[in-house]
């Protein structure tokens, strides 16, 4: 605050110590009278407003006769509120300068003058140049502004985290994500924004980040707003920050349409394209596979190989694509008896095997035999209503002395083989020594 009484309205002398004082306070100080004509101007705005001026030779003058204000209505309210109202004022002015022709950014306090019966007299004028500090905050906002549109156009989520768990920065798609506007996330905890135990899954990661030092990549996964489980590969980095307080930034990219193709793309290569059911490949991976538990787990396991019988005969009458849509029933029908462990596959062109974890011979059996009847009532189409499908079974289960899955495979064609010997649409079963199976004729 400065005394009025120690700033001068007359001519002071060359060696007043006050002067001196406010030609050193690095600040533009100023005053006028009733009518905005200089009392007074430090050596700043002397140095300002000309080369080689003097106090005496702004005396009376205005402002405006040394500054090129134009159309600013706002400056010129500003000074008629302080002179005519007796308000203070402190706002930022841009003044064109007549002597350099530049414009200059000042951050400008204004107060009224009381003489001793106060009465306002004029005004004093403190301004600080910034218009290095606004050049440098227009570019750093110009240089955000431009950021924030790259990074809200980058298909990918990013985020800036302190170490304290909360967001320092993030862009649209992670704002849209978590259904917040961005003002909504920044200081907010990872704990606020996402269930506990995901945040704090992310956490125990970013604490590792943060301990050594080194970047982190991998898949995550991530349930949105809308309740859609989403896949995500992240980027995160550690940072040190400003003032050296550590944070993370972190780039996520959205890759479910890419895990889902992915998926897509194992289901096709493990499924029968027409069926739907597991192909000859996948069905012979997990076939060898469940044989490794059972033996080892001493556990029951059996195998029905299927033949459609006739099958060239109806691809022959009807043609393909009847034959077609009896691939399709005769898996239907078996699926509605099989248990979701079990696993039904098409081996070949008319040829099933059906695979039973944990079931005895005799269930397998009673499973074939569900399946046969079902078959055998199936009419895949009306418009051929003396169109009748039927299929013959062999079954195998896993004995104590079976060696390998190709030797069960192997029993179980064989007994679909007596079963096709046998006249067909029935169930035969094999033992490993061979010997003769009891056979399940058709019902008339």
């Given at each position: 605050?400065?005394?009025?009484g120690?700033?001068?309205?007359?001519?002071l002398?060359a060696?007043?110590?006050?002067?001196?004082?406010?030609?050193?306070v690095?600040?533009?100080?100023?005053?006028t009278?009733s009518?905005?004509?200089?009392?007074?101007?430090n050596?700043?705005?002397?140095?300002?407003?000309?080369?080689?001026?003097?106090?005496?030779?702004?005396?009376g003058?205005?402002?405006?006769?040394?500054?090129?204000?134009?159309?600013d209505d706002?400056?010129?309210?500003?000074?008629?509120?302080v002179?005519?109202?007796?308000?203070?004022?402190?706002?930022?002015?841009?003044?064109h300068?007549h002597?350099?022709?530049?414009?200059?950014t000042?951050?400008?306090?204004?107060?009224?003058?009381?003489?001793?019966?106060?009465?306002?007299?004029?005004?004093i004028?403190?301004?600080?140049?910034?218009?290095e500090?606004?050049?440098?905050e227009?570019?750093?906002?110009?240089?955000?502004?431009?950021?924030?549109v790259?990074?809200?156009?980058?298909?990918?989520?990013?985020?800036?985290?302190g170490?304290?768990?909360?967001?320092?920065?993030?862009?649209?798609?992670?704002?849209?994500?978590?259904?917040?506007?961005?003002?909504?996330?920044?200081?907010?905890?990872?704990?606020?924004?996402?269930?506990?135990?995901v945040?704090?899954?992310?956490?125990?990661?970013?604490?590792?980040?943060?301990?050594t030092?080194?970047?982190?990549?991998?898949?995550?996964?991530?349930?949105?707003?809308?309740g859609?489980?989403?896949?995500?590969?992240?980027?995160v980095?550690?940072?040190?920050?400003?003032?050296?307080?550590?944070?993370?930034?972190?780039?996520?990219?959205?890759?479910?349409?890419?895990h889902?193709?992915?998926?897509?793309?194992?289901?096709?290569?493990?499924?029968?394209?027409?069926?739907?059911?597991?192909?000859?490949?996948?069905?012979?991976?997990?076939a060898?596979?469940?044989?490794?538990?059972?033996?080892?787990?001493r556990?029951?396991l059996?195998?029905?190989?299927?033949?459609?019988?006739?099958?060239k005969?109806?691809?022959?009458?009807?043609?393909?694509?009847?034959?077609?849509?009896?691939?399709?029933?005769?898996?239907?029908?078996?699926?509605?008896?099989l248990?979701?462990?079990?696993?039904?596959?098409?081996?070949?062109?008319?040829?099933?095997c059906?695979?039973?974890?944990?079931?005895?011979?005799?269930?397998?059996?009673?499973?074939?035999?569900?399946?046969?009847?079902a078959?055998?009532?199936?009419?895949?189409c009306?418009?051929?209503?003396?169109?009748?499908?039927?299929?013959?079974?062999?079954?195998?289960?896993?004995?104590?002395?079976?060696?390998?899955?190709?030797?069960?495979?192997?029993?179980?064609?064989?007994?679909?083989?007596?079963?096709?010997?046998?006249?067909?649409?029935?169930?035969?079963?094999q033992?490993?020594?061979?010997?003769?199976?009891?056979?399940?004729?058709?019902?008339?």
């Open positions: 605050m400065i005394d009025v120690l700033v001068p309205q007359v001519p002398p060696v007043d110590p006050y002067r001196l004082l406010l030609d050193e690095g600040a533009f100080v100023y005053t009278d009518e905005g004509r200089f009392t007074y101007a050596q700043l705005v002397l140095d300002l407003l000309g080369p080689n001026l003097r106090l005496e030779d702004v005396y003058k205005s402002f405006t006769d040394f500054v090129d204000i134009g159309g706002k400056l010129r309210e500003t000074d008629r509120r002179l005519r109202d007796g308000e203070t004022i402190a706002r930022e002015e841009d003044n300068i002597a350099t022709g530049e414009t200059r000042y951050w400008s306090v204004k107060k009224p003058l009381h003489d001793n019966d106060g009465n306002i007299v004029g005004l004028g403190i301004s600080h140049d910034i218009t500090k606004k050049r440098l227009d570019k750093l906002r110009q240089q955000k502004e431009l950021l924030d790259v990074l809200d156009n980058v298909d990918a989520l990013v985020y800036m985290k170490a304290n768990r909360r967001f320092l920065y993030a862009n649209r798609h992670l704002a849209e994500v978590f259904g917040q506007p961005i003002e909504h996330i920044i200081g907010r905890l990872d704990s606020e924004l996402m269930p506990k135990d945040a704090d899954a992310f956490w125990e990661k970013d604490q590792h980040i943060l301990a030092g080194q970047r982190y990549t991998g898949e995550e996964s991530l349930v949105d707003n809308q859609r489980q989403r896949h995500y590969w992240s980027v980095v550690p940072w040190a920050g400003a003032g050296g307080m550590p944070a993370l930034i972190g780039l996520v990219t959205d890759i479910t349409e890419l889902q193709l992915q998926e897509e793309l194992q289901r096709q290569i493990r499924t029968d394209s027409l069926t739907g059911i597991a192909n000859r490949r996948s069905f012979f991976e997990h060898e596979s469940e044989f490794a538990r059972s033996r080892r787990h556990l029951p059996s195998l029905i190989a299927i033949d459609i019988d006739h099958f005969r109806i691809n022959d009458r009807y043609g393909h694509p009847m034959g077609d849509r009896v691939l399709r029933d005769f898996a239907g029908c078996a699926a509605h008896a248990r979701e462990e079990d696993v039904c596959a098409r081996t070949g062109g008319e040829e099933f059906i695979l039973l974890p944990e079931t005895d011979l005799k269930h397998a059996v009673a499973i074939a035999e569900r399946i046969r009847l078959t055998a009532a199936c009419r895949p009306p418009e051929h209503p003396e169109l009748a499908i039927t299929a013959s079974f062999g079954i195998a289960a896993l004995e104590e002395r079976t060696p390998s899955f190709d030797i069960l495979f192997s029993r179980a064609d064989h007994a679909l083989y007596t079963a096709k010997q046998q006249g067909r649409n029935r169930c035969c079963h033992h490993m020594d061979g010997s003769p199976a009891p056979v399940r004729m058709a019902n008339p």
